[in-house]
Structures are given as C-alpha cells and as structure tokens.
C-alpha cells in the first residue's frame, strides 16, 4: 500500500475545535460547526483573541473561523510550515492520502473525454427546496427529512433531537475518514445546457472524478487542524459490481489502523435524470454557484444486520440542521432509508451526495473546498 502525506502546521484550536470540526465535516461545504451537538467531554474554553484579519476565506473557513471567534472556540488556522515529513506532535495535523499501486496504475484507464459535441438532451439547473408530502418532515433548526421507514415522522424527529455522541480524541490522530465507494462518477467540465449520452459521466482521472471532491473536504479539514485520512482508492472500476463490498475492506482495514477514526464518509454524486434531461441540483452560496448536497442515514428493519443505525442518524441531522442554519438551501432532504452503505462500520458513517452528473467540476469542488 502506497501512502502518500501531506502535513502542515496549525496554530491554537481548541478542544472544542477539534471536536466539532472532526464531527461536521460540513457536507464538503466547508466543515460545519457543531459544538452545541457534539459531546466531546473536559472543559470548553472560549480564547479571547477572536479577531479575523483575512475576510478574503471560503465557506469552511468562515464556518471554522469566523463561527468559532463568535464564541465557538478557536482562534486562526494557518497552513504554514508545509512539509513532507510525517511528525507525532500533537499541535500538528495531517491529511494523509492512501491509494494502492494496483489503483493509482488504473488512473489512465478510463479518461476525461477531451471534447463532447452530441446534443442528446438538456441539462437544467434546478434548486431543490422544502419538500411536501407524507415523507417530509422539518428538522427543529433547519433542512429536512424523507422517511421511507417503519418509523413515523414524529418519533423520529424525536430522535433527531439526541445528540450524536462520538468518542472523539484530541490528541492530534486522525478522527476523519474520506472514501468513495463510485470513485470514478464525474461530473460536467463547465456549464453547458445539454448533454452527450454517449458519456456515462465516469472517470478513474482523480482530478475529474470523486477524488477531487474528497480532497477539497479533508483539505478544508486539515487546515481546521483536523486529522483526516482520504482514501483515492478506485472501488468501481473495471467491475461496478460489489463495490461496497470492496470499499468495506478499504474501509476496515484503515480503522484497523487507525482506531482514533470515528467518522466516515462515503462521497458521491447522485445522478438525476430522464431519458431527455438531466437535472443539476445548485444552490448559490456567497455568489457562487454550488452543487447542493444530500446526506444519507440508513435504516434497518431487522435484516440489515445495522444495529446502531440510529446514531448514524443523529450525527445526520445535526450536520443537516448546523448546515441548514448557516447557508440555507445547500441540502436537499436527509434520505432515511433502508440502505446499509457500508454505515455498520462506525456510528459517525453517512453517505453523502454532492450534486449530479449534471453539476459542474467547480460546483462540485466548491462545495467541498
């Protein structure tokens, strides 16, 4: 196994920080704080020092900044000091990005088509806001629930009220793992309003492909002074069949390794679409368009052998409220479903959407930068 890493230093965070950046992760918007929903146990000291003199930062940073010098808890992340020298200091966090031989040797296999000229169908933008119906519920504090479950919708807004209690540690391991089950779903190279069918939206280039997405989030993460472990790992290619069964393997062998893990998340594009259209889901964020994001939380009615499926889904709804709250609009509905998705592997492990195949690379990396 090849294990490439990339380490910079970080200035004060505190415990809180720490805490809240490992467990918001932010849907790839940017690390979302949620230090009112994560228990993390000892004393949270608020730092006095809570000016900003950069205004020039991206949403995490403004969720990992700004959020905390309003009283969340930390003061000013840096990445100065960039090495490739793998340090166990505790003040110092790494992204470490793991991709096997076998994988990285496919990257030329499947590429980018350079030009695309068939007009097969249109693809339209299309923002996707509050829901109607009997599977929709509001969450207390922002965003939504589909339920296509045994459970009724007031239990379960009930139960997103529990706060996601992970056993997260602060001792500078990593508390965060980014994978991708579909590795190779890509996405449009810039905007453009119609389609080619002969392009089924699929990439082992990680620039292009679902790669590029996950290291725009743990990048987010790291530089909020988070231990994050991104997997490159190609899952879907030259076999899409059983994929999470081998995402499952990728999985356990690096919580195995590294046992301080507690989240996991699987990062997708969904794919929308009719014979004739193509729909790309975009909110607007700052001025600039991004793919809107939708978490998933599975369900077990009793053979899905997911026991703890619920705290999956505490964690869901805190990410979806504290996101919701601060750009609202950025998600579509929590889908709560019977889907495993790999979620037995730790109680902090959601899939999570970013956009279509119809959104664009840079809506897409937006959303997780």
Same mark, same amino acid.
């Given at each position: 196994?090849?294990?490439?890493?990339?380490?910079?230093?970080?200035?004060?965070?505190?415990?809180?920080?720490?805490?809240?950046?490992?467990?918001?992760?932010?849907?790839?918007?940017?690390?979302?704080?949620?230090?009112?929903?994560?228990?993390?146990?000892?004393?949270?000291?608020?730092?006095?020092?809570?000016?900003?003199?950069? =205004?020039?930062?991206?949403?995490?940073?403004?969720? @990992?900044?700004?959020?905390?010098?309003?009283?969340?808890?930390? =003061?000013?992340?840096?990445?100065?000091?960039?090495?490739?020298?793998?340090?166990?200091?505790?003040?110092?966090?790494?992204?470490?990005?793991?991709?096997?031989?076998?994988?990285?040797?496919?990257?030329?296999?499947?590429?980018? *088509?350079?030009?695309?000229?068939?007009?097969?169908?249109?693809?339209?933008?299309?923002?996707?806001?509050?829901?109607?119906?009997? =599977?929709?519920?509001?969450?207390?504090?922002?965003?939504?629930?589909?339920?296509?479950?045994?459970?009724?919708?007031?239990?379960?807004?009930?139960?997103?009220?529990? &706060?996601?209690?992970?056993?997260?540690?602060?001792?500078?391991?990593?508390?965060?793992?980014?994978?991708?089950?579909?590795?190779?779903?890509? @996405?449009?190279?810039?905007?453009?309003?119609?389609?080619?069918?002969?392009?089924?939206?699929?990439?082992?280039?990680?620039?292009?492909?679902?790669?590029?997405?996950?290291?725009?989030?743990?990048?987010?993460?790291?530089?909020?002074?988070?231990?994050?472990?991104?997997?490159?790992?190609?899952?879907?290619?030259?076999?899409?069949?059983? #994929?999470?069964?081998?995402?499952?393997?990728?999985?356990?062998?690096?919580?195995?390794?590294?046992?301080?893990?507690?989240?996991?998340?699987?990062?997708?594009?969904?794919?929308?679409?009719?014979? #004739?259209?193509?729909?790309?889901?975009?909110?607007?964020?700052?001025?600039?368009?991004?793919?809107?994001?939708?978490?998933?939380?599975?369900?077990?009615?009793?053979?899905?052998?997911?026991?703890?499926?619920?705290?999956?889904?505490?964690?869901?709804?805190? &990410?979806? =409220?504290?996101?919701? #709250?601060?750009?609202?609009?950025?998600?579509? *509905?929590?889908?709560?479903?019977?889907?495993?998705?790999?979620?037995?592997?730790?109680?902090?492990?959601? &899939?999570?959407? @970013?956009?279509?195949?119809?959104?664009?690379?840079?809506?897409?990396?937006?959303?997780?930068?």
């Amino acid at each position: 196994m090849e294990i490439r890493i990339w380490k910079w230093k970080r200035t004060a965070v505190s415990a809180a920080a720490i805490g809240i950046g490992a467990a918001a992760i932010g849907f790839g918007l940017k690390a979302v704080p949620l230090l009112q929903s994560i228990r993390i146990g000892g004393e949270q000291k608020i730092l006095e020092d809570t000016s900003i003199s950069d =205004q020039s930062f991206g949403i995490s940073e403004e969720l @990992f900044g700004r959020q905390f010098a309003e009283g969340f808890g930390a =003061q000013g992340f840096g990445t100065e000091g960039l090495s490739e020298e793998k340090s166990t200091e505790t003040d110092e966090s790494a992204v470490i990005f793991r991709e096997s031989e076998a994988s990285a040797e496919m990257h030329p296999s499947k590429l980018y *088509p350079e030009s695309r000229a068939s007009d097969d169908g249109k693809i339209v933008e299309k923002h996707y806001g509050k829901q109607s119906g009997t =599977q929709f519920f509001s969450l207390e504090n922002g965003g939504q629930v589909r339920n296509c479950t045994f459970w009724n919708n007031q239990d379960l807004l009930a139960e997103s009220k529990i &706060l996601p209690d992970l056993p997260l540690k602060l001792d500078g391991t990593p508390l965060v793992l980014i994978y991708h089950t579909h590795t190779t779903e890509s @996405f449009e190279r810039q905007e453009r309003s119609f389609f080619d069918a002969a392009f089924n939206y699929r990439t082992t280039e990680p620039d292009k492909n679902m790669v590029m997405v996950g290291a725009a989030i743990a990048k987010a993460l790291s530089d909020a002074g988070i231990g994050v472990i991104h997997s490159g790992e190609i899952h879907d290619f030259p076999v899409w069949n059983h #994929s999470y069964s081998r995402s499952a393997k990728t999985v356990s062998e690096i919580l195995a390794e590294y046992p301080s893990i507690c989240i996991a998340l699987d990062i997708h594009r969904d794919a929308i679409s009719t014979d #004739s259209t193509i729909y790309a889901p975009v909110a607007v964020i700052n001025g600039k368009k991004a793919a809107q994001i939708m978490i998933i939380s599975g369900c077990d009615d009793g053979t899905m052998d997911l026991p703890e499926y619920r705290k999956n889904f505490h964690f869901a709804s805190a &990410l979806q =409220q504290t996101t919701e #709250s601060m750009y609202e609009g950025l998600t579509r *509905p929590i889908l709560f479903d019977y889907r495993k998705y790999n979620q037995d592997l730790t109680t902090g492990s959601l &899939l999570v959407e @970013f956009g279509s195949q119809g959104n664009t690379m840079e809506e897409a990396r937006y959303s997780g930068e």
